[in-house]
């Protein structure tokens, strides 16, 4: 695998979604994502959400500052409120300073570290 | 939200399946999970692959070591080789070291930090 940049932050949050409001979720959770990438230090972001309603997604950041500012705007947001009560059975968010990073992609078919 | 246990390790392991082998996959990504959940300082895994065939997957880690002993198992499993070339058009390893974690539940309605 290619050795990749680090030192940047990932912000973790793992969620099982509640039944129901399938519409409204995705269109919040949509907006969510916009607003982050419209950061200063935004970097990136992943998602998957399996059928058992149980999702991962992935932030990435360039700084710690940064990380603390979007946890204080997202926190203020509405959705983030309505999310605890609606959208969510439960959710965890792990904020993890990246130490390591490495890619595969078909295309190079690289091997190196 | 709940403060939560930091100073652990996560791998994110995010990816692109390429198409085909869906049994197979399924079957060897299972089998990597249970060798996973076997090693020592496993802490445990989360996993959402959404439709459009983008998975996250992150897997947490006592220490450094632990980490470190992991991927040299998945490496020269046949299902990393494997996984290379057939399962996945590309993937994305990360190792992070888990600063902050903070939890929500609904049963409990806890809203500390």
């Known amino acids: ?19 129901g409001n399938e519409e409204e979720y995705a269109r919040v959770s949509e907006s969510m994502d916009t607003l982050a990438a419209e950061q200063p230090g935004f970097i990136g972001i992943d998602t998957g959400r399996s059928a058992d309603g149980v999702g991962v997604t992935v932030s990435y950041w360039e700084t710690a500052e940064d990380v603390a500012r979007w946890k204080a705007i997202a926190e203020h947001d509405w959705a983030q409120q309505r999310g605890r009560d609606v959208y969510y059975e439960w959710y965890h968010v792990r904020v993890a300073h990246v130490e390591r990073a490495y890619k595969f992609e078909k295309s190079t078919g690289g091997n190196e570290q």
């Open 1 to 19: 695998m290619n050795a990749q940049p680090s030192g940047y932050y990932a912000v973790i949050f793992t969620s099982k979604r509640a039944a």
